[in-house]
C-alpha cells in the first residue's frame, strides 16, 4: 500500500460513523521517523501488535523503532510481535541479486523482506529495553493451489514486556 492509499484508507476511517475518537486514535505514522508519542501519550498503552511490520523495515532502523513503541507502552504492557523466521521457505527461494544484507532480501515488487532468527529478535528487543516474556519458532504449511505445493513456513512468534521499573545499565533484560 503506498502512502496516498494508506492516508485514503485512513480518511474512510475517520469518515465512518462508527469511529468513536473517545476510544480510538487511528493516524498514519512512519514509526521509523515519526516519535508515536507525539500522537499517543507516553506510557499509556498496554499491548501493540507487530505482526509482519518489523520485517518490512531496514535493519538499521529497528532499533529506532522498537525504542519508539517502548516510550509508548505502560510500564508492564507488552510488545506482541509476529515475522518471518530464519530458512522460511520464501528466503530460500529468493534468486541472485535479491539479497541486500545478512538475512535481508528485496522482493519482486520492490518490498523487503527480513528473516529473524530467535537470537537476533531477541537481541533487538533486550537491547530496546524489553523484557523476553516468550520467543520461539512457528513452522506451519501453506498450500500454493495455483502451483499445487505445500510450503513448509518458518516464522518467529515473541511476547515482551516493558519492565515495571526500567533497568538504565541494563541492555540484557530477560525473564
Ligand atoms: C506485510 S504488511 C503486514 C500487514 C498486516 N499486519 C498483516 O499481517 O497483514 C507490513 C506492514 O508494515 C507496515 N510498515 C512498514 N514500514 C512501516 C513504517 N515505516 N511505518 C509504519 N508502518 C510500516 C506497513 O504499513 C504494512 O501495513
Not at 36 to 63: G, R, Y
Not at 97 to 107: A, I, T
Not at 161 to 166: D, G, L, N, S, T
Amino acid at each position: 500500500m503506498t502512502i496516498v492509499q494508506k492516508v485514503r484508507s485512513m480518511a474512510a476511517c475517520l469518515e465512518n460513523s462508527l469511529y468513536d475518537p473517545t476510544t480510538c486514535n487511528a493516524f498514519v505514522c512512519d514509526i521509523t521517523r515519526e516519535t508515536i508519542s507525539e500522537k499517543i501519550a507516553a506510557e499509556s498503552v498496554d499491548v501493540a501488535t507487530m505482526i509482519f511490520v518489523l520485517s518490512a523495515i531496514h535493519p538499521n532502523k529497528m532499533p529506532f523503532v522498537l525504542k519508539n513503541i517502548f516510550e509508548v507502552l505502560r510500564p508492564g504492557g507488552m510488545l506482541l510481535i509476529r515475522d518471518y523466521g530464519l530458512y522460511d521457505q520464501a528466503m530460500l527461494r529468493f534468486g541472485p541479486g535479491h539479497k541486500l544484507d545478512e538475512n535481508f532480501y528485496v522482493r519482486q515488487d520492490g518490498t523487503r523482506a527480513f528473516y529473524f532468527s530467535e537470537e537476533y529478535l531477541e537481541k533487538l528487543t533486550t537491547d530496546a529495553g524489553f523484557l523476553v516474556v516468550s520467543s520461539k519458532y512457528v513452522s506451519r504449511e501453506t498450500v500454493n493451489h495455483k502451483e499445487n505445493i505445500c510450503v513448509p513456513r518458518v516464522y518467529i512468534q515473541g511476547k515482551f514486556c516493558k519492565p515495571e521499573v526500567v533497568d538504565l545499565n541494563s541492555n540484557t533484560n530477560q525473564l
